[in-house]
């Protein structure tokens, strides 16, 4: 076990800053714009936390805006742009997520986050833990997030408590028993002071487990605060349940397409991790955003 996996596993994360060539950024950035301006040039009606379909590329957005077309994500970008699908593959990401995972790695979702200014408020995301949307056989699952505008404590950086994907699987339901897609921190007395905040310039790297609590405030700057966010899982991490993103039940063949490093098996791997099913919700296969709502 090498120093990074001897991190990863103590803490339940790992940052690696100024990770992806400053001229990659810039040309994912060029990237960006040009599709959030095409979107906007759209005259059809946008619909608000749209309902996911398996392709899953759309864009959420901010129901908090008046005019409705203010961009909260993009969901899995990859789908259709090849500059993310690209860096989802990157050599080097890949190679710290084989380690991280065990020595197979299965693409598993992606998204960009886009963070809206403070008075643009709706992209806040409460702590969570991700395991709580999407439980498998094993907890071998990783996101890694990848800052395309440098990022610090002003614009709503991701937190992470670390150690805390050590311990318990905490209940992301309301008090109605409704799946709402966050933790209860004071009922629970998690200790958010003692969060890690997630900070660097464009090209820092993170890479944290799929049972780490994490979350990030407002951003407080004047413009967007870019992150995008790729899911991968070991070959052997079946899904439980269906969370609208590349599964097999729906199509097996797309489903070991998506692996990256090993062999497809239809023999999912067992271990002893703590699981609640996120059901029930009052809408299916919508943001994160959506879910969290009061």
Request: charged content about 25%; overall charge positive.
């Amino acid at each position: 076990m090498d120093i990074d996996q001897k991190f990863f596993k103590k803490n339940g994360y790992l940052l690696k800053k100024n990770f992806i060539n400053k001229k990659i950024i810039d040309k994912i950035n060029k990237v960006v714009n040009e599709v959030v301006v095409k979107d906007k040039q759209k005259n059809k009606k946008k619909t608000t936390n749209g309902t996911q379909t398996y392709d899953n590329y759309h864009f959420v957005y901010n129901s908090n805006s008046s005019k409705n077309n203010e961009i909260l994500r993009l969901n899995n970008p990859q789908n259709r742009h090849k500059i993310f699908y690209n860096l989802s593959r990157n050599k080097k990401i890949i190679t710290i997520v084989k380690k991280l995972l065990g020595g197979s790695v299965r693409f598993h979702l992606g998204k960009l986050n886009f963070k809206l200014p403070n008075k643009k408020k709706g992209s806040e995301v409460a702590w969570h833990q991700d395991w709580a949307f999407y439980p498998h056989t094993n907890d071998d699952l990783v996101t890694v997030g990848i800052y395309l505008d440098d990022c610090t404590e002003k614009n709503g950086p991701l937190k992470i408590i670390k150690n805390s994907h050590t311990k318990k699987l905490y209940s992301h339901h309301s008090n109605e028993n409704f799946f709402v897609g966050k933790i209860d921190t004071i009922k629970n007395k998690i200790g958010i002071n003692n969060s890690v905040s997630i900070t660097g310039k464009a090209g820092t790297v993170v890479f944290f487990h799929c049972r780490s609590i994490h979350g990030s405030g407002n951003n407080q700057m004047n413009s967007s605060r870019p992150l995008i966010l790729f899911g991968y899982r070991a070959c052997d991490a079946w899904p439980l349940i269906n969370d609208g993103n590349t599964h097999p039940e729906v199509n097996l063949e797309n489903y070991n397409k998506n692996i990256i490093v090993g062999k497809k098996s239809l023999k999912p791997r067992l271990t002893k991790v703590p699981t609640i099913i996120p059901l029930p919700k009052k809408k299916h296969y919508v943001s994160i955003y959506e879910l969290q709502k009061k």
